[in-house]
Structure formats: structure tokens, C-alpha cells
């Protein structure tokens, strides 16, 4: 069965910290890794990876992916209390299979 | 270019009760995916359409619960005679075809509440 593992289940950090998620994942025929983050309503889309050692970066995000030893970081600098949500990875095999996401890292950010 | 739009935002029915959730896709997104996510949980894949197709149901209990996404209007989860465990949120995504496939978008959740 296809399983998708998150760490921490929860960080607590103080304004201007970095902090770094992680994902591991075990999916047979592995496709792509996404990076979604959840406030109080629509999982937003941030980052979809698919090759090994390609780091893909937005603003103060980023994401890269190892297939080799299958797992993702998501990286945020200088964090700001917006940052505060729940960041969910998933991922997905080729044809009509769904996403499997892990449960989920909630992240505060403390002013 | 509107969102994935989702209705209504929270629900309350009485155990035996039916629930009916909206989802109308992104423009142009010919797929729709529902997941539910249950408090401290991660989303747990439901049902995954393409209009007037069901194309994979493996994550939805087989009884109760149907999917639809007709050729014209949104898709419609339907659960019938709900029970408290039903309580949770019910998330819709949606994805372009082709290659951009498996990026999906989401709308903002109906909130379940089965009194």
C-alpha cells in the first residue's frame, strides 16, 4: 500500500526562524511529490516535483526531491506568522491513481 | 477565472438524514476528485470523475455514498442516511487534462456536521 509520511506532526517556531519539513514516501511507479499548504479553507498548490536534486523555489519556499532515498524537504525562511498552516505533501503514480497524502505538518509561527 | 467552487461551506444533518455536496471544477478542468479529511488526519482520497465517468471509486465506502459529475453542472457527493462518523470535511479538487493532470486544485471544503 502506497504511504506518505510526514515529520514533525507539529512545530511551533518564532518569527524570522527557518524551519525545514520533511516527507518520505513509499509509492510504487513514483510520479510526482506535491506540496500543498492548508489554512482555514482550500489547500493551496505550491510545488510539484518530479526529478531528483532539483531544487524548485518560491519567494522564501523551497522544495527539492530525492528519489533515491525517496523523501522531500520543504524549506521556509525568515518565517512570518502567515506562514502559519498546515503544509501536506502528496503523491502520485502514473495513470488514474490519486494523490496519497501524508497527514500533514502543522506549523506555527509565534510573533 | 473563478476557483474550484464548493457548496455549501458547512452542513448540519440529523443522523438518517441525506447530505448533498456541490463542487463545480475550475473552467476547463474536465477532472474532479473528492477527499475527506477527518480532524488531525491527512485527505483520504474518495472518488475521482470525469464527466458522466466514474473513473476510480476505491476510497468510497460502498454503501451510502455515490458521486457524480454529469455532463452539465457541478458534481454532486451524495450520502445517504448519514451517521456521526460521516462528520468531517469534504474537499473537491479539480485538474486540467494532459500533462498538467496531476496538479490539482482545491475548493474550499463543506464542513459536515451529523448531529
Known amino acids: 500500500e502506497d504511504k506518505v509520511v510526514q515529520s514533525p506532526l507539529s512545530l511551533v517556531v518564532h518569527e524570522g526562524d527557518t524551519v525545514t519539513l520533511n516527507c518520505s514516501y513509499e509509492?510504487?511507479?513514483?510520479?510526482?511529490l506535491l506540496w500543498y499548504k492548508q489554512e482555514k479553507k482550500a489547500p493551496t498548490f505550491l510545488f510539484m516535483l518530479t526529478s531528483s536534486g532539483i531544487e524548485k523555489k518560491s519567494g522564501r519556499l523551497s522544495s527539492i526531491l530525492d528519489k533515491k532515498e525517496l523523501f522531500s524537504i520543504l524549506n521556509i525562511t525568515a518565517t512570518q506568522t502567515g506562514d502559519s498552516a498546515i503544509y501536506l505533501c502528496a503523491v502520485e503514480a502514473p495513470g488514474n491513481t490519486p494523490l496519497v497524502f501524508g497527514k500533514g505538518t502543522r506549523l506555527s509561527v509565534i510573533a | 477565472n473563478a476557483g474550484v467552487m464548493q457548496n455549501p461551506r458547512h452542513l448540519v444533518r440529523r443522523r438518517g438524514q441525506e447530505a448533498r455536496l456541490r463542487c463545480s471544477p475550475m473552467k476547463g478542468h474536465s477532472h474532479v476528485y473528492w477527499y475527506r479529511q477527518l480532524p488531525e488526519e491527512g485527505l483520504k482520497f474518495m472518488v475521482y470523475?470525469?464527466?458522466?465517468?466514474?473513473?476510480?471509486e476505491s476510497g468510497m465506502p460502498k454503501e451510502r455514498f455515490s458521486a457524480e459529475f454529469p455532463k452539465e453542472g457541478p458534481s454532486i457527493l451524495r450520502i445517504q442516511q448519514v451517521v456521526r462518523g460521516d462528520s468531517a470535511a469534504y474537499f473537491c479538487a479539480s485538474s486540467p487534462s494532459g500533462s498538467a493532470k496531476n496538479i490539482q486544485y482545491f475548493g474550499a471544503g463543506t464542513r459536515l456536521s451529523v448531529l
Open positions: 509509492v510504487t511507479n513514483f510520479r510526482s
Open positions: 470523475l470525469q464527466k458522466e465517468n466514474i473513473i476510480d
